[in-house]
């Protein structure tokens, strides 16, 4: 009689929980998409496209070591990644394999922060970043 009710328990709660994360992740990205109306009037929507983009260039502005964004978190979004710098493992960064990526403000201004510098040699625009998250929403 437990185990039915357990089971029953886990189907509502694991969706429950990738829901929490969904909203989280939109509160963030509609975050994004205000700072990117006051830089760019025009602004009219992110885009998966340009965020694969972002993800998959060869840059010449910043670290040797790390010319693209695929330098630590690999070709393939699904996969996991290692850090080119210090050899740690990195949790894939597609959101259907890691439900809870960017779903923590503090920690994706964080690492944006970080890793743009790192490969770009500069900071990220709000609509880079809210590209890049749309782009590994879909993945
Ligand atoms: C030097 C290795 C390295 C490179 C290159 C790198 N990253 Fe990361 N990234 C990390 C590490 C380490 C973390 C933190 C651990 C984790 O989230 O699994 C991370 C996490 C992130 C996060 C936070 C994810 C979350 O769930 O909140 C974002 C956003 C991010 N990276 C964006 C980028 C972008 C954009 C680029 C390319 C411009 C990039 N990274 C290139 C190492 C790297």
């Known amino acids: 009689m437990i185990r039915p009710l357990l089971m029953v328990g886990l189907m509502i709660a694991l969706p429950a929980a990738a829901m929490a994360a969904d909203a989280r992740r939109d509160t963030i990205l509609a975050d994004y998409a205000g700072q ?3 830089v760019d009037p025009a602004f009219t929507g992110f885009s998966a496209q340009r965020g694969e983009s ?5 840059w010449t502005g910043g670290d040797a070591r ?3 964004c695929t330098a630590c978190h690999t070709d393939n ?3 996991a990644g290692q850090n080119a710098k210090t050899g740690r493992p990195i949790e894939p960064v ?3 394999v890691t439900p809870k990526r ?3 403000m503090a920690e994706v201004e964080k690492q944006f922060g970080r890793d743009c510098k790192s490969v770009i ?6 609509i880079e970043k809210g590209d890049y998250i749309t782009f590994m929403a879909g993945q």
């Open 77 to 79: 979004p699904k996969t």
């Open 94 to 96: 597609a959101v259907s």
């Open 54 to 58: 972002l993800f998959r260039a060869k």
């Open 102 to 104: 960017f779903t923590d």
């Open 121 to 126: 040699g500069r900071e990220c625009s709000p």
């Open 66 to 68: 790390t010319p693209s």
């Open 36 to 38: 990117a109306r006051k």
